[in-house]
């Protein structure tokens, strides 16, 4: 049992340093096949290493308190590492030999079995990376480091970069599993994907929820990575109003609550479904978010029926399918939404932006149709 922050160690011949006793999050494994073709934001780790989102540029303040908050769960707490709350590779080891031992899809056992390859490595390279940032300490005492001790720290960080080489080849590779020319199909839904992205309001449906007809929260979609699965570029990852990931790949969907607890859906048995909605029919049901709905003072806030903040960019034009059969004095007042539904998943999304939306699942329906051809 864990009971001080740190601990002596010595790492090399007459060098001794305070090592931590916590958990560090690293950059192990993320950075790889990609790195040199997508320049990522500030990689944020969710809950085990190797799954995470990259920070995009957003003027959205929701968006940059939500990513705040999550960056915030990653400083290490004195009472988590004590009780054992911390991560821990022994025990998420431990999780996925199970997981694997009663799994019976071949995608899932697939993805658990690169990820259970993966881990032994990222320990050693986070033990290594602890190991540096004692040495790094010695010079905010010192001022500077020694010959010898800037050697050591340099053998260490050549140990980390060697096991990082290693892992490429054993980690799951999407353009060697799906094939490259599938996948520079795949990479056009990626690209649409962010631009819905950046929708400065998304909502995910929880229907049925405690007796109600649906509960709307805000969510963030962004682009990461899920078990150390690597792919040219970021993964498309959505949030939903349970707090899962849903992240695409080229022939598969994956639904996380972790790193082990995951569904896997394949891509060409999914269906997508778009629409445009008047914002009127939810907005008495969405939730404002930038109010804490646990809090009894403002639970009951709602969003307002308030066109001017929605902008000219929801007005529905003489086109409209969704309000086809209103006056023309009408149509040019109302406001609507995007709706995506995936009656498979049983996942409802409403966003924002409807062009960009409407565009995403028209490419990523292209993109099924070619699968199902290839059949």
Known sequence: MKLLPKYRKTIAKGLTVWVSNHYCPTLFG?????????KSGQYVECGAPGTGFFVRNSSSHSY???CKEERAKLVPQYKNMVQGKEFSFEKEIERVTKAKEANTDPIRDMILESYLNVLPLAKEAEEAERYVNGIKELSHRRHRLTSYQSHVMSGIKSKIARLGHDVRDIQLYIPKLCGEELYQQFADVAKQF?????????????????????????????????NFIQAPLMTPMMRDAEGRK??????????AKDSVDFEVFEMKSLTFLFREVPYDMISNMVIDSYYDVDDSSSSTRLHRRNYEQFGDG????????????????????????GELYVPEMKMRYYVRDVKALRTFVHTLNEYKDKLLDNE
Not at 198 to 216: D, K, P
Not at 246 to 255: A, N, S, T
Not at 318 to 337: G, Q
Request: glycine share 4%.
């Open 30 to 38: 993320i950075r790889g096949h990609y790195e040199s073709s997508y």
């Open 64 to 66: 940059k308190n939500f």
């Open 194 to 226: 962010t631009q819905v992205a950046s929708s400065h309001r998304i909502w995910s449906v929880r229907e049925n929820y405690e007796g109600l007809e649906a509960a709307f929260t805000q969510v963030y979609f962004d682009l990461g990575i899920f």
């Open 246 to 255: 849903i992240f695409f790949y080229p022939e598969f969907v994956i639904r």
């Open 314 to 337: 929801l007005l529905v034009n003489k086109d409209s399918k969704a309000l086809n059969d209103m006056e023309e004095e009408t149509k040019i007042r109302e406001r609507v939404v």
